[in-house]
């Protein structure tokens, strides 16, 4: 559980007018701290797990001392948080859900799992308002709020999805895409394996298990013999001095091999085959990496762009997360996406600005707009830059900017790489639109 998530919870039980003096006032911000938490110790904050008792622990400032800055940043920028979720509901809830983990047994029934994606409905914190007159007479209405933060406007938004690539090669329509990606991907590691294994290379003193001669006998261009590279594993000694087997991939150095490594090479040369898997992954704003090339040509191919596209939609808006919800007679549960924007001065002085909102019905009716547009995606030679195992690229629906996207490594080599995404200020304004027709 992000803290931030925490000072939402207790702040969303406090009146407005309070919390808007506490963006002009320092005294009125730091005396919120401490109502904040008692209101998220009492009983109106509920938890499955022990998530609130750890959250508040963290929270809580030592006997005698004073909150941290970090947790006065966080308390600013939820409180621009809770003041833009009271654009859409205005009314304080009777009881405020943490997910976590664990999620409490009155809101089990909003959890949603599908996609590839474990929490598909990715609230961090329910509000419950209880049963309240709508439409179709008194319903018990929920409202799911995703949390974002960054310190000032200006500020770079945190991406809103972290999901491994092959989790958007889901179905029979994409087997062969994935088949394809798979081999230029095993080749590809073979082929760099290999090449550090070479006189001068930081894998030229390998003998732990698979010796570098052993290696350079294959071919990485050959399927079978790249797999048996690509597979190669090597025990390796744990900073507690306990073994554990590894791809050889992932391997920092030889200096980490039991048994392994030649103690007379160089440090530098015994440490460096990370960064040389590293540099083999960078690109530059004139070129892309041959690695991710193939993937930006795979998911190009106009018979699958517009199945990528739409599943990096999906999963980064969550808009198909109504027709997921199994609704129980008499409940009504509403998503927002909410992007806290404040932080403080080193004097504690808050500097608090509105919040960027989304509804998802929103967010629906933005890309129902452009449904009929083709999808396609474009490097941003810009972006990319050098010296990152990454490539930038944007998601269009025909010439509209919805998605700014980052695909790279964190560190697992022998896993697919990460899609790291963001909305665009174009998408941002699409959202404005569509929230205007709604009303």
């Known amino acids: 559980m992000e803290l931030s998530e925490a000072f939402y919870a207790g702040l969303s039980l406090i009146d407005s007018n309070t919390l808007q003096n506490a963006t002009k006032d320092t005294e009125a911000f730091k005396e919120l701290y401490n109502i904040v938490l008692q209101n998220f110790a009492s009983g109106r904050v509920k938890d499955a797990g022990n998530t609130k008792a750890s959250a508040l622990k963290s929270i809580t400032p030592k006997k005698g001392g004073e909150p941290t800055i970090k947790n006065y940043n966080d308390m600013a920028s939820m409180i621009s948080a809770v003041i833009g979720t009271r654009q859409k509901r205005p009314n304080i809830p009777e009881v405020v859900y943490l997910t976590g983990s664990k999620w409490p047994e009155d809101i089990q029934k909003f959890r949603v799992d599908g996609f590839g994606m474990k929490d598909y409905n990715s609230s961090d914190v329910i509000l419950g308002y209880g049963s309240l007159k709508g439409m179709f007479g008194m319903r018990n209405v929920y409202l799911g709020v995703s949390l974002k933060k960054k310190p000032t406007i200006t500020a770079d938004s945190p991406t809103m999805i972290n999901n491994s690539f092959n989790t958007f090669l889901q179905g029979s329509e994409l087997r062969k895409l994935e088949e394809k990606i798979n081999d230029v991907r ?254």
């Open 186 to 439: 095993i080749k590809f590691y073979a082929g760099v394996i290999k090449e550090a294994c070479l006189p001068g290379g930081p894998l030229e003193d390998l003998t732990n298990g698979s010796s570098a001669n052993d290696i350079l006998r294959l071919d990485p261009n050959k399927r079978r013999d790249a797999e048996k590279i690509f597979n190669i594993k090597v025990k390796r000694i744990k900073e507690n001095g306990k073994i554990e087997q590894i791809s050889l991939l992932n391997l920092k150095g030889t200096d980490e091999i039991a048994k392994g490594g030649n103690p007379r090479l160089p440090a530098k040369t015994r440490q460096d085959f990370r960064k040389f898997v590293n540099e083999k992954l960078y690109s530059s704003p004139t070129k892309v990496n041959p690695l991710f090339q193939s993937f930006l040509d795979a998911m190009s191919d106009p018979q699958v762009s517009n199945v990528i596209a739409d599943s990096l939609l999906n999963k980064t808006l969550k808009l198909k997360l109504y027709d997921n919800l199994d609704l129980y007679e008499g409940n009504d549960f509403e998503f927002l996406l909410v992007e806290g924007i404040g932080q403080v001065s080193r004097k504690i002085e808050p500097s608090i600005a509105s919040a960027n909102v989304s509804t998802l019905s929103s967010m629906m009716v933005a890309i129902l707009t452009l449904s009929d547009l083709p999808a396609s995606l474009q490097f941003d030679r810009q972006k990319t830059g050098t010296g990152a195992a990454r490539v930038n690229f944007t998601l269009l629906k025909g010439k509209h900017k919805i998605l700014d996207i980052v695909l790279r490594y964190k560190g697992n080599f022998t896993s697919m790489p990460q899609f790291l995404g963001t909305t665009t200020p174009e998408f941002k304004q699409l959202v404005k639109k569509g929230e205007q027709i709604l009303s």
